[in-house]
């Protein structure tokens, strides 16, 4: 089935860092959504991107869908304490509403 | 801001036993899922609902899982007969509308441990 693989696993960054992450597939998606989980709760989205090539913004996160429409990345800028839990790529092909979601990348941010 | 409600937040149950996970949708929107995360996994879709009928499903929802709209504002899952395998997070999501620029609203889930 379709996979989302997303990288890296774990970051443990200092304060004030940028941090990137991303996803990658072996399929093509025309829908690219960020969430961020926080640990007891459901996953809260971050950015949807609906075009190849799109990069959009809210706030400190910056997104882009990959060319190939096979990958996206996410980056967050400046990280500040509340950045820290998980982040889920997620991907949707044409003509499903089913999301396939990344294996997730958790982030810790130090002060 | 509207969201998603999910109960109970956490439910323990026995296998063999039935389970029901109940959901308020925003109240605006017509597509409704239900994904499950088993600790520390990521998150699986399992099925999508639309016009008082499964629209999708996925591999693990078998014929133990059945979903239901009661009334105009519930969505509810059921487990026939629990399996230990069946303990995970269950999240519940909603959107306006399916296909083209389908943004997928996620409750806070419930929490199934089947002993």
């Known amino acids: 089935g379709q996979q989302l693989n997303q990288s890296p696993q774990s970051m443990f960054i200092q304060e004030g860092e940028d941090v990137s992450m991303n996803c990658t597939s072996s399929s093509i998606f025309n829908t690219w959504l960020w969430y961020k989980q926080d640990p007891g709760e459901g996953p809260v989205l971050l950015i949807a991107l609906y075009k190849a090539g799109e990069l959009t913004s809210n706030g400190r996160l910056t997104a882009q869908f990959g060319i190939t429409r096979k990958d996206s990345f996410l980056n967050i800028s400046a990280s500040i304490p509340s950045d820290v839990g998980i982040y889920f790529c997620?991907?949707?092909?044409?003509?499903?509403?089913?999301?396939?979601f990344g294996t997730g990348t958790r982030l810790q941010v130090f002060p | 801001e509207p969201e998603v409600t999910q109960t109970p937040s956490h439910q323990v149950t026995q296998m063999g036993q039935e389970v029901i996970l109940r959901c308020v949708p925003i109240?605006?929107?017509?597509?409704f899922y239900w994904y499950r995360q088993i600790l520390g996994q990521k998150v699986e879709f399992l099925v999508s609902f639309y016009n008082n009928e499964i629209s999708e499903k996925s591999e693990i929802f078998d014929d133990q899982f059945s979903v239901e709209r009661p009334d105009g504002s519930n969505f509810t899952l059921k487990i026939r007969s629990t399996k230990l395998e069946d303990s995970a997070m269950y999240f519940c999501?909603?959107?306006?509308?399916?296909?083209?620029?389908?943004?997928?609203?996620f409750g806070a889930g419930t929490r199934l441990s089947v002993l």
């Open positions: 999501a909603s959107s306006v509308k399916g296909a083209g620029k389908n943004i997928q609203y």
């Open positions: 109240s605006n929107h017509l597509y």
């Open positions: 997620a991907g949707r092909t044409y003509n499903t509403d089913k999301l396939i």
